[in-house]
């Protein structure tokens, strides 16, 4: 799996958007980028995933630059609920046979201030 | 269905017993994983399955650990000989094999500390 570099930690103004940046310049075609969090003492939690294009659900947004080779992820009015470790991850996924293993670098500590 | 399940949720236990740890996924989960994770870093990957046979194996797995899926359902871990390395959180996530959903689903982990 390629890898990914993240900053180590941000600080978002509660309200306001954070956007928590992502590099995966090795990136390979079949490789989808992931996000996901993790509260303190709780497991993972899925955010959002995207291949190509920008995707949005109930929880963030995900902008993917055309060359693949870096990502955003946006949390559009960030609570103090969204203070947590953010993981990008690339890894392939193929519907035929489900996700590959799930490689975790440091993440990002995201603390949203009041 | 309420989750991916993990119990116990904490363990204590002297250098050098074994320990065992349990994982119930979401039903009709095919795909089980199990991860452990060191204070202060990301999970990282020690194994999984496809029901019940056991497709890869990390190096992290050391011939003292052991896992299985003997019905494709649940899913135990064992340690052997703990060692005070193994102290660490024990994740466990399941996900469908197919059906266009590549969202792992994690328990909230089973902490170990040897002491």
């Known amino acids: 799996d390629a890898k990914t570099t993240q900053p180590t930690s941000m600080d978002c103004a509660e309200g306001r958007a954070a956007n928590l940046p992502c590099n995966h310049s090795t990136i390979s075609g079949n490789e989808y980028v992931y996000w996901y969090r993790q509260i303190h003492s709780q497991g993972p939690q899925y955010i959002i995933h995207?291949?190509?294009n920008n995707e949005t659900n109930e929880m963030a947004s995900l902008i993917i630059t055309e060359d693949r080779k870096s990502s955003t992820l946006i949390l559009p009015h960030a609570t103090l609920r969204d203070t947590a470790v953010y993981y990008c991850i690339v890894s392939v996924f193929l519907s035929n046979f489900g996700n590959e293993k799930l490689t975790f670098g440091t993440g990002t500590r995201l603390t949203i201030i009041p | 269905d309420t989750g991916v399940s993990q119990n116990p949720r904490h363990k204590i236990t002297k250098r050098g017993q074994n320990v065992t740890f349990r994982c119930d996924p979401i039903s009709e989960h095919n795909r089980l994983y199990w991860y452990r994770q060191t204070l202060g870093q990301g999970p990282e990957f020690l194994t999984y399955f496809q029901n019940e046979a056991q497709l890869e194996k990390s190096r992290l797995l050391s011939d003292r650990f052991s896992a299985e899926r003997p019905k494709g359902s649940f899913s135990t871990l064992e340690i052997q000989r703990t060692e005070q390395g193994d102290s660490a959180m024990y994740l466990c996530?399941?996900?469908?094999?197919?059906?266009?959903?590549?969202?792992?689903?994690f328990g909230q982990g089973t902490r170990l500390t040897v002491v």
């Open positions: 995207g291949l190509k």
């Open positions: 996530a399941s996900s469908p094999r197919t059906g266009g959903d590549p969202e792992a689903f």
